[in-house]
């Protein structure tokens, strides 16, 4: 096996086009969760336009591509999950059948450490290396909307029968309401951050829209597009506005759930709830397997989910200080926050508290506004 380092702009488009290709057919193969977007060759380039560090490792046999590990490093040789924080899965893309080493990989990378916190199943190499699991909720559409509305009336009777009655008092209440799936206006995109941003800092966590590189992102996977990938955000309007919106990424049979918003006005009717199935209904048309609601403990995903995939968090390290002093500043940070996560009299308590920061910081901006308009 030989092992190549490229920067995203030095990959060839035929090394693209095999790993597409690997994604495409990894569900034939038992590995679906190799087919999620956040592990194509277009989210690791389109991160690379916005943050230097961005790598991709490709392993060869008899000089075909096997395996694409995309990765970033800093120049102290530790290395994240590309888009660490923000991406929904990680690990590497290959061929069925195909074993590697971790240790071997680390050092072909120059890494000393590699550190990840959405590791897609199964990737048998990172075993020891894990040091937590956590579910990732999904909604299954591959055999039809009306099946998946048919699992859900069954499992969930009541939280159905009232969603899809909100949808109507919507209906009723709102004239003109309408579903764009694949909303092409940058104003929508716009709207969207403006209500995500305003959730963050209501419910005192950090804004991510506040940060210039993943602003650049989000606007330059806004405008990538091609078969096997693209950005969507799709759009519930009522009365001529919108009331809830989504961006995600799609590739062929996987829809990754991202940021999700909605209006507060409009909050009696869920309109997140009505946004997500309408994105399940149409999704289901396009052929579209699942929604991948991504890892985290919310309602919303225990009400519309019908399993739940395994993705799992950990490092990997060579022997190296570099490696046992990265590990060292972060292993206290996630025992914490996964502590608090699993607690939920832990997890309560702290919610209302970065909820009331959250508040206070709104009046505190609000305050200072009223100032510099005066």
């Known amino acids: ?113 590699w550190e990840y916190d959405h590791l897609v199943e199964p990737q048998p190499a990172f075993e020891a290396t894990r040091t937590g699991y956590f579910a990732s909720p999904v909604m299954d559409i591959d055999q039809g909307y009306e099946a998946y509305l048919a699992e859900l009336r069954s499992r969930s009777p009541k939280f159905t029968g009232r969603t899809l009655a909100k949808g109507r008092k919507l209906d009723r209440d709102h004239p003109a309401v309408r579903y764009v799936h694949d909303e092409r206006d940058p104003a929508a995109l716009r709207t969207l951050k403006e209500w995500k941003s305003a959730q963050y800092r209501r419910t005192g966590r950090s804004d991510r829209f506040a940060k210039p590189w993943i602003n650049e992102l989000v606007e330059r996977l806004f405008h990538t597009r091609s078969a096997a990938f693209a950005a969507q955000l799709s759009v519930l309007y009522a009365a001529g506005r919108p009331v809830a919106a989504h961006f995600g990424l799609r590739s062929e049979r996987v829809l990754a759930c991202w940021f999700p918003a909605y209006d507060p006005d409009f909050a009696k009717y869920s309109p997140g709830l009505l946004l997500h199935l309408r994105m399940a209904e149409a999704a289901a048309a396009e052929g579209i397997a699942y929604l991948d609601l991504g890892r985290g403990q919310k309602e919303y995903k225990d009400s519309l989910k019908t399993r739940e995939l395994t993705v799992s968090e950990g490092w990997v390290t060579r022997r190296h200080p570099v490696a046992y002093g990265h590990r060292a500043r972060r292993a206290p940070v996630r025992a914490l926050r996964n502590t608090v996560h699993s607690r939920p009299e832990w997890f309560e308590s702290a919610d209302k508290l970065l909820k009331r920061a959250g508040r206070f910081r709104s009046q505190l901006t609000q305050g200072r506004s009223g100032k510099l308009r005066q």
């Open 1 to 113: 096996m030989d092992i190549s380092v490229y920067r995203p702009g030095e990959l060839t488009s035929a090394d693209r086009a095999a790993w597409t290709a690997m994604q495409s057919k990894a569900h034939l193969h038992g590995l679906p969760g190799l087919g999620n977007p956040f592990l194509s060759p277009d989210f690791a380039l389109a991160v690379g336009r916005s943050r230097r560090g961005v790598r991709i490792a490709v392993a060869r046999e008899a000089g075909e591509p096997v395996a694409f590990f995309p990765y970033e490093r800093t120049a102290a040789g530790v290395g994240r999950a590309v888009g660490l924080g923000l991406s929904d899965c990680q690990g590497v893309v290959h061929a069925p059948g195909f074993t590697w080493d971790a240790q071997e990989l680390l050092k072909a990378c120059s890494l000393s450490v």
